[in-house]
């Protein structure tokens, strides 16, 4: 557990840019004034974010997670969060960094 702690602390220092763009719109409660955490352990895995409130989770997802096993994992990752109550959101990275509007309004959505 030490060392998933440690690796939450890494990875908030160094969101990859897509993250850095949704959590400079989800900071601050600036995002349908609800409050967001980034990089958040929750039993072994380690989410990007997730709003308690809402029991939301938000995942955003690179090429990496096309792959046969990375699919295989995150159904039963998703599995495993719903089965702790949370809802859990999919992005793609490519669509943060081109279709960034279309995202938020489709987010947006979702949590009203």
């Not at 998703?78 to 938020?104: A, P, Q």
Request: charged residues 30%; proline residues 1%.
């Amino acid at each position: 557990m030490q060392d998933l702690k440690m690796l939450v602390k890494e990875l908030r220092k160094n969101l990859t840019f897509p993250e850095q763009i949704i959590w400079q719109v989800l900071r601050n409660r600036s995002f349908c004034s609800k409050k967001f955490r980034r990089q958040v352990q929750i039993d072994n895995y380690i989410v990007d974010f997730v709003c308690y409130d809402l029991n939301l989770i938000i995942e955003l997802d690179g090429s990496q997670h096309l792959t046969e096993e990375a699919v295989k994992y995150d159904e039963e990752r998703t599995r495993v969060l719903k089965s702790r109550g949370f809802n859990v959101i999919r992005y793609y990275n490519n669509d943060v960094l081109n279709n960034l509007d279309e995202v938020l309004e489709d987010l947006y959505k979702k949590l009203n």
